[in-house]
């Protein structure tokens, strides 16, 4: 194969790849996202949101974000997932350039035929072994075209991709919550650890991405119906498939509970209902439980089948706690003894708590863990202030009276229970999370209001509204 002249450098990732040349870049790319992203806010007038102030206040702080991460990853951490992915497209680019077309066979490839028809890519490279992460580099591959192979103005395009994916669907939850506008800004963009983790070079911030413009889709499916509308759908689905296969699997397990609590709310009649709840409930599940096996047991090698998972969950959590106890001593442990479905369902809420909740302030080992165990108890104080104004029976009554909130809850909590059984670490937990943040804040707001004087509105109209 006609490849470029790698030295042994070239491959390590464990460095900073910030020049001079980033920053004269960086506040270009600076300038004119403020003028793209401010001649769209003005589209959007009468928003509160939409606002100057509230605007530059939540581009800036996303910006920010972005750069804020990858100077850590360069210069505290020395190094890791963020260096790694644009190391790989950076060197992927020395192929394009040295040969285009190998590099778009490349490009093109899947990780096994990678390994088949470019070896030594694929035992060079950091990230092209695995599927879910090649993604993640020909994404950063396409978008240095666009930042001139510079980490930070790379770094703030996936900051950019993120915000506007925010954007697009905060204005949609104003359309539909009009009198909640100005509270929603806050899960949208003023959450710090959003920010910082959802704006740099991370599959997290790909997936948070990928989540809002897939519930756009569905919203603009539900009302025009037009097939480039489709087309694009299936393109995101089958992005998320590849990235973050148990996030698209917590979405449908949401949508499902969304779904039958819809039509549940529909039926009138209450003896009807009581029947129908339990049947519609286990018809969920049961489709749920045999699509999961369907995509597991059809898939290649069978990697998502269900055994397959929970090994893998008992290698990638035993990993990150093995990682976490040789650096920085972040690890947690929920007393797993086995990667069984009986032993794992008995540690759901610890897990739940761990990830929404933790971690305390005294499990803290370094700034950053500082700063998630103090943005972990502001939510853990939220959700206690809500059950207080609301009640505990009204807050659980809410919930299953709204579709919406419902969903919301099931797919925040499938997600946490996921994510906390396998991190087994602080910092990873951190990252991993910020996909449902969000959604949980969202959903304890709605709860609150909805006992205000300005009541909820039927959450199925929501895609019928048209929003």
Not at 181 to 209: E, M, Q
Not at 322 to 329: A, F, H, L, N, P
């Amino acid at each position: 194969m006609d490849y470029p002249s790698f030295e042994s450098m070239d491959f390590n990732f464990r460095r900073s790849f910030i020049t001079l040349w980033d920053f004269p870049v960086l506040i270009l790319f600076l300038i004119l996202g403020f003028v793209i992203f401010n001649s769209i806010r003005k589209k959007s007038k009468g928003v509160y949101g939409a606002r100057s102030s509230v605007f530059l206040s939540a581009f800036l702080l996303h910006c920010l974000g972005s750069i804020f991460i990858t100077l850590i990853y360069s210069y505290y951490y020395k190094g890791g997932d963020t260096t790694a992915y644009f190391n790989d497209a950076r060197l992927l680019h020395k192929v394009f350039w040295n040969n285009p077309v190998t590099a778009l066979d490349i490009f093109f490839s899947s990780s096994k035929t990678l390994l088949v028809n470019h070896p030594y890519i694929y035992n060079s490279f950091r990230f092209v072994a695995s599927p879910d992460t090649f993604m993640v580099v020909k994404i950063c591959f396409v978008l240095q075209f666009f930042s001139f192979n510079l980490i930070l103005p790379t770094a703030l395009l996936f900051g950019f991709l993120s915000f506007y994916a925010s954007w697009k669907f905060y204005l949609i939850a104003c359309r539909f919550y009009p009198h909640l506008a100005k509270i929603l800004t806050i899960p949208f963009f003023f959450i710090p650890g959003v920010h910082v983790w959802g704006s740099g070079i991370f599959k997290d911030t790909i997936s948070l991405a990928l989540i809002y413009f897939i519930l756009i889709s569905i919203i603009e499916l539900k009302r025009t119906g037009h097939t480039f509308t489709l087309v694009k759908f299936i393109i995101l689905i089958y992005l998320l498939f590849v990235i973050k296969i148990y996030i698209l699997m917590t979405l449908l397990l949401g949508f499902s509970c969304y779904f039958i609590a819809g039509n549940l709310k529909k039926v009138r009649n209450v003896a009807l209902k009581t029947l129908a709840a339990p049947a519609l409930i286990t018809l969920g599940v049961l489709g749920f439980f045999f699509s999961f096996k369907y995509i597991g047991d059809n898939s290649k090698r069978g990697i998502y089948s269900m055994d397959q998972i929970l090994e893998r969950a008992e290698i990638v959590s035993s990993y990150l706690g093995y990682v976490s106890e040789k650096s920085d001593g972040s690890s947690y442990n929920l007393g797993i003894e086995s990667f069984t479905i009986p032993n794992l369902a008995s540690k759901m809420p610890a897990a739940i708590n761990v990830t929404l909740f933790r971690p305390y302030f005294w499990e803290v080992r370094n700034p950053l863990m500082l700063a998630a165990a103090l943005e972990s108890l502001l939510i853990f104080f939220f959700t206690l202030y809500v059950i207080y104004k609301v009640g505990l029976v009204n807050f659980f009554s809410n919930t299953i009276r709204s579709p919406i909130i419902f969903s919301m809850l099931v797919y925040c909590f499938s997600f946490a229970f996921a994510i906390g059984i396998t991190s087994s670490n602080f910092g990873t937990l951190t990252r991993y999370k910020i996909p449902i943040i969000p959604f949980y804040v969202i959903a304890l707001i709605l709860i609150l209001y909805s006992n205000r004087s300005s009541r909820i509105k039927s959450s199925n109209g929501f895609l019928k509204a048209g929003l």
